[in-house]
């Protein structure tokens, strides 16, 4: 394949390879496919620290931190300083993953909340983008993001929402991210939402080691399948898969702040006027 990727979401520290194989063994499976980056993201500090470490010595890898939502931690909570803190570590490109999952219930509604809103802040006083993760939790997610407005967005991650939640957050400034769940053949109606989601606003990951695109379903995923990803976005949009590489590439440099070729491009752009998003 000619074309290059990045994988926007993954979760190194959680690979178990059917084949058993090493951590930079897999890295080197996706290279030889094309993928050039790789976003590492933190679930819980302990796990931040590891991504930081990751991205301090693989080329290519940059980290996330965060405590995700669904991530059972002791209290007190981390404060939005210590995570903006954490974040200013080098390789370092976004606070998160963070957000609202409400699919199990709502008994961990109030924590939930609480934390997005200390990541939330932390993303403003460090001055990176947010990564979102949001489930059966859409008005919730929406008006903490209205009200924190982070000053360069973010991205929210294997997006599996409806349209009307994709083009709220696209005139929020943010960034849609989709995942190996394009492929699955009960997923027709996130597919409309990949076709009409402008793809200057696109990012392809593969939420590895979960969620494996067809034909990998029911196997450990890992970032080398980001390409089928990036293919099933190609073939919804009647594009080359070079054009969606090239595309989401850019758009994770623009979003993140970054170059593929691992020196820093400069402070994240901040997001988009409602107006400037395509209908």
Not at 196 to 218: F, K, M, N
Not at 251 to 260: A, H, I, S
Request: net charge negative.
């Amino acid at each position: 394949m000619n074309a290059v990727l990045v994988d926007s979401h993954c979760h190194p520290d959680r690979f178990r390879p059917r084949d058993g194989a090493p951590l930079e063994q897999v890295l080197a499976r996706a290279r030889a496919r094309g993928v050039v980056g790789f976003l590492a993201v933190g679930v819980d500090l302990e796990s931040s620290r590891a991504m930081v470490n990751l991205a301090a010595r693989e080329h290519g890898v940059f980290a996330a931190v965060g405590v995700h939502p669904l991530q059972e931690v002791l209290p007190p909570l981390p404060e939005p300083e210590t995570l903006a803190d954490l974040a200013q570590s080098p390789g370092v490109v976004a606070v998160g993953e963070t957000g609202l999952d409400h699919h199990y219930g709502t008994d961990w509604a109030e924590w939930q909340r609480e934390n997005f809103a200390r990541h939330l802040e932390a993303a403003r006083l460090s001055g990176l983008p947010v990564v979102v993760h949001t489930r059966e939790a859409r008005r919730e997610t929406l008006e903490l993001l209205r009200h924190y407005a982070p000053p360069t967005g973010g991205v929210l991650h294997c997006f599996t929402e409806t349209w009307e939640m994709a083009r709220s957050a696209l005139d929020l400034g943010f960034y849609l991210s989709f995942s190996g769940i394009i492929t699955f053949r009960n997923a027709a109606a996130l597919r409309e939402v990949v076709a009409r989601a402008p793809l200057d606003r696109i990012l392809v990951e593969t939420d590895s080691p979960y969620l494996a695109p067809v034909p990998h379903r029911g196997k450990p995923n890992e970032p080398a399948y980001v390409v089928e990803v990036a293919a099933e976005v190609a073939r919804i949009k009647g594009l080359d898969l070079e054009e969606v590489a090239r595309a989401t590439c850019a758009n994770f440099e623009r979003l993140f702040g970054v170059q593929l070729g691992g020196s820093p491009a400069g402070p994240p752009s901040a997001p988009r006027k409602k107006e400037e998003v395509n209908p």
